[in-house]
């Protein structure tokens, strides 16, 4: 069976690849909730590798007024639900039919923070997949500023599969 152009270009482009699920269209789902429907048009892909030693993306997200907390600061949970979207998409670039399909849920979500994201403030959300087996998967993120590189905050996140077993 051939692979249209537009669709081989997509798996050849990690960037593109990435930058796909994050603007899908054909899924009300992919954008509900109050937090998603907020962080998504301020995030953007800035980089994306597949290889060795682990698939990774990186992501750049400016903090508005609609992402904090009553301090003026990136709330807690929208911290932890980019890390828990940007996360996930470092095994976008690696999954395929029967491995990885819908990108798995997730069974742990720890989040530590070290410093506040204050209104205004850009920060680069770096990603990899350290881990990826047939059914579970460890994954990590780590939030910096963009203008002096310190770490903001940090994620490990443990996936599990959800794809049905392949048809024999």
Request: proline share 6%.
């Amino acid at each position: 069976m051939a692979v249209d152009k537009k669709y081989q270009d997509l798996l050849d482009d990690p960037i593109e690849r990435a930058k796909a699920w994050l603007t899908k269209d054909d899924d009300d789902r992919w954008k509900a909730g109050e937090w998603m429907s907020k962080l998504l048009p301020h995030l953007t892909v800035s980089a994306a590798s597949p290889d060795a030693p682990a698939p990774s993306v990186t992501f750049a997200f400016t903090c508005l007024e609609e992402h904090c907390n009553r301090l003026g600061n990136l709330h807690g949970g929208a911290a932890a639900t980019l890390f828990d979207l940007c996360t996930t998409l470092s095994l976008a670039l690696i999954n395929r039919p029967g491995f990885w399909q819908f990108l798995g849920v997730t069974r742990n979500l720890n989040v530590t923070y070290f410093r506040p994201v204050p209104v205004g403030e850009e920060v680069v959300i770096e990603c990899e997949a350290l881990q990826v087996g047939k059914r579970l998967a460890t994954l990590k993120g780590v939030m910096k500023r963009r203008r002096d590189g310190a770490i903001v905050s940090i994620a490990e996140h443990l996936k599990a599969n959800i794809d049905p077993e392949p048809m024999l």
